[in-house]
């Protein structure tokens, strides 16, 4: 049963990160710290997000943003090493109090009647380094990427695609640093296995669904989800 009821969250939690680039680790981390422990859920989580990533940048593939893509890499790839490495370390849980706070930052200054900066390529960097970092430091961050990419006017479809090239690119960094330090075993391997089978499915699922939504519907729902990452990540550092 509790297999079965890891394997449903997933597909959940593929199928809210399908239809707006974020927000399963919101739901499957509690999940599978309670089960597993928080050391475990985070190889755990990064091993099963390689194939929800995938599966995401496959469906999207012909509308990938190349230039910005990389543009983020650049310094989400150092960055999201060094946080791993201090991972391994530290308590990273008082950092999420920042994070949300940032989230409801962004989602306020997108609402506020005012002319908007554009960061261009540079803050692609900018969002790239810090995405990496906490990305490294926290086991994810895939709602501040996702702030900095819903900035670009693309498609929905572009928008998954190119924010979950870069989260898989950032996981399978992570995952060699993970392994070096002896964090993922049979243990993590086999649940995460097991959790990206549902990952997959859920990608499909919510591909689905962005195909079919309007634009303003379509932003509505992902700031409305970057407000709920952004208190429960606030919640969490309080409780």
Do not use: C
């Not at 990160?17 to 919101?26: K, T």
């Not at 994810?140 to 572009?158: D, Q, R």
């Not at 190119?162 to 086999?190: D, N, P, Q, R, W």
């Not at 519907?217 to 407000?227: D, G, M, P, S, W």
């Amino acid at each position: 049963m509790e297999l079965i009821l890891i394997f449903i969250i997933s597909f959940l939690a593929a199928t809210i990160s399908g239809a707006a680039g974020f927000g399963g680790a919101l739901l499957l981390l509690p999940v599978l710290t309670s089960v597993v422990g928080v050391k475990a859920a985070v190889p755990i989580l990064t091993i099963a997000q390689i194939f929800g990533n995938a599966s995401r940048v496959w469906f999207g593939r012909k509308e990938l943003q190349w230039k910005p893509i990389l543009y983020f890499l650049i310094a989400a790839i150092p960055l999201s090493i060094v946080g791993s490495y201090l991972f391994t370390d530290i308590d990273s849980k008082k950092i999420k109090l920042g994070v949300g706070i940032f989230l409801l930052l962004i989602v306020a200054y997108r609402r506020l009647n005012i002319n908007k900066i554009s960061l261009g390529n540079k803050g692609m960097v900018l969002g790239g380094g810090v995405t990496g970092f906490l990305s490294g430091l926290a086991g994810s961050a895939g709602a501040v990427g996702a702030a900095f990419f819903l900035g670009l006017n693309i498609t929905a479809t572009a928008y998954i695609a190119s924010e979950a090239f870069t989260a898989l690119t950032m996981h399978l960094t992570k995952t060699i640093v993970y392994g070096k330090y002896s964090l993922i075993g049979l243990t993590e391997l086999y649940y995460g296995l097991f959790i990206g089978v549902a990952m997959i499915l859920g990608s499909w699922t919510g591909k689905r669904i962005i195909e079919n939504l309007p634009r303003r519907t379509f932003l509505i729902v992902v700031e409305v989800l970057l407000v709920v990452s952004g208190i429960q990540m606030i919640i969490s550092t309080i409780i």
